[in-house]
């Protein structure tokens, strides 16, 4: 049956049957599965939607099922996999490493997901269109669109709220205060500042989840720290880079991800944090902070030269920070490390569980690269402008034993050098370099089985 969905999805979007077959697929999923699946109905028809953005939502709604066998994470990876593998998604684009970025839901599946939905009372939509209430218990709101005077009645029981309204006013009602997820991303109202400030102050006090994600918002209201609840900070793409004091406060946060935030002084505080996302290490104390957390698993830094003597803002000056590092976080799976470097810290050959390694800038030698290829379960490299201080980059014999993953990205290299037996697991190689015109790269043959992409 799943082998005729697909096909029936890619070549006959229109038949009838369709929605038959659909509704049959739909009742095979598991329970958690389908209320995963349903949750998809929040967004606009043909929007694309990110892998991580759902997945993470999914875990915020309290939408995946308890396994002592597994983290959330792969849990909800799991069930998006069902969904995919069953063609109840269709992928739109694809990372590196060959997961699914993003994705579309076929209009017909939007259908099915919207009348399952208000059926069960799962989730509530309103187009711009709607002129009335159609329900009053409802848990879960998406509006699409200008947000009408008749929102702003008695929504004592709303769970999550979501909001495409691209530069219409916000509205956020004061009897929302029950709210766990806000989901705000790529709102762009005038009024958005002035509406957080004036209800996080005392009224989101149970909120798990908040995006603001592509919004135009230049800071954060200083009582932030009032949401204790709070597990996810999302704060990419706006124009935020100081973060108040009254984070530190968040003793539940888990995922904290800008784009080059200023931390204050106490973020040690914050234990509980598994992902922290692009911090700027220019401040003095910030590494002493990053020695306690011991849970990190996801970690991206950047050294702003702004503001720096000239004579220290260099590459020494980045790698000293790094190194004085005392207690790197062990259970590190991904590291990002912007600015440059000359040589990786001292503490990178400790990190066993990392999977992803990502170099901007960096300027590394080729002995540092040797030294690269001894972690056990990297899986992906990204090399990405003037990561390398040498024209020639080479990769050694036996290096990067479980890399799957290489992306080379405007390097300015002229020669790239693969040794025989060199990453034994590749199986994906893309490379983009500045000087394409006498660019060349030798020892492909020594690759076993790589893809190789722009």
Known sequence: MIERLGSELQTNPDLEGMKKILTLSYNDLPYNVKRCFLYLGKFPEDCLIKRKRVQGLWIAEGLISDRHDMTDEEVSESYFNELANRYMILPSTFSADGKIRDFRVHDVMLELIVSKSMEDNFLTVIETDDRCMPCDAIRRLSIHGKQYQWIKSSLTCVRSYTLFVGRHDVFISSSMRRLRVLDLEGCRASNLAYVLSKVITVELLHLKYLSLRNTELRELPKS???????????????????????????????????????????????????????????????????????????????????????????????????????????????????????????????????????????????????????????????????????????????????????????????????????????????????????????????????????
């Open 224 to 454: 932030l720290g009032n949401l204790r609840c709070l597990e996810t900070l999302d704060i990419v793409g706006t124009d935020v880079w100081k973060i108040p004091r009254g984070i530190t406060k968040l003793l539940h946060l888990r995922f904290l991800r800008g784009g080059g935030i200023k931390v204050p002084e106490g973020t040690g505080n914050l234990r509980s944090l598994q992902e922290l996302t692009i911090v700027d290490v220019g401040r003095r104390g910030v590494m002493k902070e990053l020695d306690k957390l011991a849970k990190l698993k996801k970690l991206a830094l950047k050294l702003d030269s702004t503001g720096l003597h000239p004579q220290t803002a260099n590459s020494s000056c980045f790698l000293f920070l790094l190194d004085s590092l005392s207690s790197p976080p062990l259970l590190l799976e991904s590291l990002g490390l912007h600015g440059e470097l000359g040589k990786m810290p001292n503490w990178i050959g400790l990190l066993s569980n990392l999977q992803k390694l990502s170099l901007e800038r960096s300027n590394l030698d080729n002995d540092s690269l040797k030294a690269l290829g001894t972690l056990p379960n990297l899986l992906q490299l990204n090399l990405r402008h003037l990561a390398s201080q040498d024209d020639v980059l080479s990769f050694a014999s036996q290096g990067f034993p479980s890399l799957k993953v290489l992306v080379l990205r405007k390097l300015r290299l002229w020669s790239l050098n693969f040794e025989e037996e060199a990453m034994p697991s590749l199986e994906w190689l893309s490379v983009e370099d500045e000087r394409s015109a006498n660019f060349r790269i030798s020892g492909i043959k020594n690759l076993t089985r790589p893809s190789q992409g722009n």
